[in-house]
């Protein structure tokens, strides 16, 4: 018997998964398109990263072919064998890490990384600068602020899960721009659970104006999810990191 049965399925598969991505990556085009008119930027300033955690890497690769150039991870070892795959050779893509990262792992995401957005704290600067000259490489950094409201009146507030105290947010960019295989790129939050967005992005804007006086080339600002980008766009967020409206929804623990 011929096994053209099979295959058939499979093309299919592949077809109906790619009519998915495309529409997933159209609606929101569609959305970032909106809230930027609504407050008068232009779309070309806002960038898509499109997180691709849980997804297989056959999905990079339809991206990838439907003009998708950047796309995020959030932990070191999925990151890796993904984003390494042969599957992905020859496709340009710029690699962003935007997950919690344990210093022990900045020699492994910084060997693969383009740009790391969760940079919280002093150590993690400097291991992820010797990391990077160790790989010959540089890696476009951001720093992760802290957008709990509690966080903001606290510069002692002990660094980790959510990034750095706002008031403490200065001197972090000033030691990862100090780092000579880094290259601050500018400011990350992620807004808390269940909290007003717009509030907390506004938080993270002032940061970034502040980081900027000091570093006129840290233009970014990463801010902004499926369920929230419309108010990262309104408060100047330059980077969208965009994962379940594109692919679909991920499982809910893993
Ligand atoms: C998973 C993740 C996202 C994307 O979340 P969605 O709600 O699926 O868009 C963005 N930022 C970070 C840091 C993430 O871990």
Same mark, same amino acid.
């Given at each position: 018997m011929?096994?053209?049965? *099979?295959?058939?399925a499979?093309?299919?598969e592949?077809?109906?998964?790619?009519?998915?991505?495309e529409?997933? +990556?159209?609606?929101?085009?569609? @959305?970032?398109?909106?809230?930027?008119?609504?407050?008068?930027?232009?779309?070309a300033?806002? %960038?898509?990263?499109?997180?691709? =955690?849980?997804?297989?890497?056959?999905?990079?690769r339809?991206?990838?072919?439907?003009?998708? @150039?950047d796309?995020?991870?959030n @932990?070191?070892?999925?990151?890796?064998? =993904? &984003?390494?795959?042969p599957t &992905?050779?020859?496709?340009?893509?710029? !690699?962003?890490?935007?997950?919690?990262?344990?210093?022990?792992?900045?020699g492994?995401?910084?060997s693969?990384?383009?740009?790391?957005?969760?940079?919280?704290?002093?150590?993690l600067?400097?291991a992820?600068?010797?990391a990077?000259?160790g790989?010959?490489? %540089?890696?476009?950094? +951001?720093?992760?602020?802290?957008?709990?409201?509690?966080?903001?009146?606290d *510069?002692d507030r002990p660094?980790g899960?959510?990034?750095?105290? *706002?008031?403490?947010a !200065?001197?972090?960019a000033?030691?990862?721009?100090?780092?000579? #295989?880094?290259?601050?790129?500018?400011?990350?939050?992620?807004?808390? &659970?269940?909290?007003?967005?717009?509030?907390?992005?506004?938080?993270?804007?002032e940061?970034?104006?502040?980081?900027?006086?000091? #570093? *006129?080339?840290?233009?970014?600002?990463s801010?902004g999810?499926?369920?929230?980008?419309?108010?990262?766009?309104?408060?100047?967020?330059?980077?969208?990191?965009?994962?379940?409206?594109?692919?679909?929804?991920?499982?809910?623990?893993?």
């Amino acid at each position: 018997m011929s096994d053209w049965l *099979p295959d058939d399925a499979l093309v299919d598969e592949a077809q109906t998964r790619r009519a998915e991505i495309e529409a997933g +990556l159209g609606a929101v085009h569609d @959305r970032v398109e909106t809230a930027c008119h609504a407050v008068g930027r232009d779309p070309a300033e806002v %960038t898509i990263v499109v997180v691709t =955690k849980f997804f297989p890497v056959q999905d990079v690769r339809i991206l990838a072919e439907l003009g998708v @150039r950047d796309v995020g991870e959030n @932990r070191d070892q999925e990151a890796r064998l =993904k &984003l390494t795959s042969p599957t &992905l050779d020859g496709v340009a893509l710029t !690699r962003h890490f935007i997950g919690q990262l344990q210093t022990n792992k900045a020699g492994s995401v910084a060997s693969y990384a383009d740009v790391v957005h969760t940079v919280d704290r002093d150590r993690l600067a400097t291991a992820l600068g010797r990391a990077a000259a160790g790989h010959g490489r %540089t890696v476009q950094a +951001l720093v992760q602020v802290s957008l709990d409201p509690e966080a903001a009146d606290d *510069p002692d507030r002990p660094a980790g899960r959510g990034g750095v105290a *706002p008031a403490a947010a !200065r001197a972090l960019a000033d030691l990862v721009a100090a780092q000579d #295989h880094l290259e601050l790129a500018g400011v990350m939050g992620v807004a808390p &659970l269940g909290g007003d967005p717009d509030a907390a992005f506004e938080r993270l804007l002032e940061v970034a104006v502040a980081v900027r006086t000091d #570093h *006129p080339e840290a233009a970014w600002v990463s801010a902004g999810m499926s369920g929230d980008l419309e108010a990262a766009v309104r408060h100047g967020a330059t980077h969208l990191r965009v994962g379940s409206a594109i692919l679909g929804s991920r499982p809910a623990l893993r």
